[in-house]
C-alpha cells in the first residue's frame, strides 16, 4: 500500500504559509563558523 498525508480541512493563507517558510537570503551574515564550538 502507497503511503498518504493525512487528509485535513485545512486551507491556510499565503501570508500563514510565508510566516513557517525560511528564505537562505534573509538569514543575517555572521563570522562564525558551525563546527566552532565542537572541541577538537
Same mark, same amino acid.
Given at each position: 500500500?502507497?503511503?498518504t498525508a493525512p487528509i485535513t480541512d485545512a486551507n491556510p493563507? #499565503?501570508?500563514e504559509m510565508e +510566516?513557517? #517558510?525560511a528564505r537562505f537570503? +534573509?538569514?543575517p551574515a555572521t563570522n562564525?563558523?558551525?563546527d566552532?564550538?565542537?572541541p577538537g
Amino acid at each position: 500500500m502507497t503511503p498518504t498525508a493525512p487528509i485535513t480541512d485545512a486551507n491556510p493563507t #499565503v501570508e500563514e504559509m510565508e +510566516a513557517r #517558510v525560511a528564505r537562505f537570503g +534573509a538569514l543575517p551574515a555572521t563570522n562564525d563558523y558551525a563546527d566552532a564550538g565542537i572541541p577538537g
